[in-house]
T-cell receptor
């Protein structure tokens, strides 16, 4: 049972435009959500997280929005840059399960020149 | 602040041998997780240690074990190596505070089993 789902395997966005990466989850007990970026043959790089008590968190070009009623979150990257081309992972954790981090399968983002 | 460090960065071992990988977390981080990353399976969770106790465990055989020391440094051991154990082994340290949860990965140890 996949608790964290990234339904779009890939996404192409023009350089300078907004990239929106989506993530759905099934477990309403998740209390934190995290986003990572990953380049080939490297480990993931932590980008930003959001607590379930918030609906928005911003850090530079990255903003995460959380819609608890829809069990949906999204990562916005504005403006998109060539170096943003990577695989993006959404993840979630639940305090009652010792904060174990559950990863989605990732979305590959292509930034087009 | 220094990031997560892992040693060694590269290892070549032969089948049947055993290997120990080391991880030093970010100062102040008490949680250390280990992951195996392969092209075919992606990122797979091995186990997590918090304050010297294994708190979470993935679905790997008992040949994979770990431990955490009082200074939060962690080691991972793989015994009786198999060809399929060739992978990038990643360590990540995390810190959860009121309002934030961050997890940072180290550069990894690339293990090749021949």
């Amino acid at each position: 049972d996949q608790q964290v789902k990234q339904n779009s395997p890939s996404l192409s966005v023009q350089e300078g435009r907004i990239s929106i990466l989506n993530c759905d989850y099934t477990n309403s007990m998740f209390d934190y959500f995290l986003w990572y970026k990953k380049y080939p043959a490297e480990g993931p790089t932590f980008l930003i997280s959001i607590s379930s008590i918030k609906d928005k968190n911003e850090d530079g070009r990255f903003t995460v929005f959380l819609n608890k009623s829809a069990k949906h979150l999204s990562l916005h990257i504005v403006p998109s840059q060539p170096g943003d081309s990577a695989v993006y992972f959404c993840a979630a954790s639940e305090e009652s399960r010792d904060d174990k981090i559950i990863f989605g399968k990732g979305t590959r983002l292509h930034i087009l020149p | 602040k220094a990031g997560v460090t892992q040693t060694p960065r590269y290892l070549i071992k032969t089948r049947g041998q055993q290997v120990t990988l080391s991880c030093s977390p970010i100062s102040g981080h008490r949680s250390v997780s280990w992951y195996q990353q392969t092209p075919g399976q992606g990122l797979q969770f091995l186990f997590e240690y918090f304050s010297e106790t294994q708190r979470n465990k993935g679905n790997f055989p008992g040949r994979f074990s770990g431990r955490q020391f009082s200074n939060s440094r962690s080691e991972m051991n793989v015994s009786t190596l198999e060809l399929g154990d060739s992978a990038l082994y990643l360590c990540a340290s995390s810190l959860k505070l009121a309002g934030s949860y961050e997890q940072y990965f180290g550069p990894g140890t690339r293990l090749t089993v021949t």
